[in-house]
């Protein structure tokens, strides 16, 4: 069982994203809609939020939801974002309380406008806090980021905005959604499933990846810091050798 005292404070991964998967699975197994299931998740989103506070965690990125899930059925669909408002209503005060910031990267327009409002509202409330950073991705595709990405490089080319050598890895982050926020440090994935789905390509190149069987609904505090753990005990080399380090 994982324990603050076995975790090495100075040793925090400063930013990590969770693909949250399993919540359909998890309803299920217990013969119930995949509604609850997702309800249930939110529940999981509260307990990491207040576990990523309490381990000193400064970002904390959630896969909410990908643009392929526009392809899940339209009852599911709907359910997930009338959930997405009722949790970002009740939870806005309290992210507030907690001194959290919510930010989203990708295609908010795809949103239906009741979802788009609230997060914005809520955005917009929560600026200025600056204990917690929780990133929602919604409606995300990286694949569609980066070629995004460089149609705007290659605009600003064409215009003779940018030299064509100035282009390079330093340069391609400030076209991306997650402009101003350092890359993950660690990559936790519920579920089972041993894949990153369209998620963060660019971003994850030298992240830890960590994945669990525990599915999302089940996954709070403890695994958070197993994972945590699982991250401290590995040894980031970037490309350099242990003796360099």
Known sequence: MASKQQIYKDHIPK????????????????????????????????NV??????????????????SENWNRPKDEIEALMNLLVWAIERETPDLMEKNVRLLCI?????????????LKKCMEQTANNTALSVVL????SSRNEIVSAVKK??????????????????LIPEYLTTRGIPDPDLLIRTGGELRISNFLLWQLSY????????????????ELEKAVLDYQMRERRFGKTSEQL
């Open 137 to 140: 991705a919604i409606s995300y």
């Open 49 to 66: 939020i207040q576990a990523a506070l309490d381990l000193g965690i400064s970002y904390l990125t959630l896969y909410t939801f990908s």
């Open 207 to 222: 992240s830890e990846l960590y994945f669990t069987d525990v599915y999302w609904p089940d996954f709070g505090k403890e």
């Open 15 to 46: 930013h990590v994203a969770i693909i949250m998967d399993g919540n359909g699975r998890w309803a299920k197994q217990r013969g119930l809609d995949r509604s609850e299931g997702h309800r249930q998740g939110v529940e999981s989103v509260r």
């Open 106 to 118: 990708e295609d908010q327009d795809s949103l239906p406008e009741v979802p788009r409002q609230r």
């Open 153 to 170: 490089i290659s605009t600003e080319v064409k215009n003779g905005q940018l030299n064509v050598n100035d282009i390079n890895e330093k």
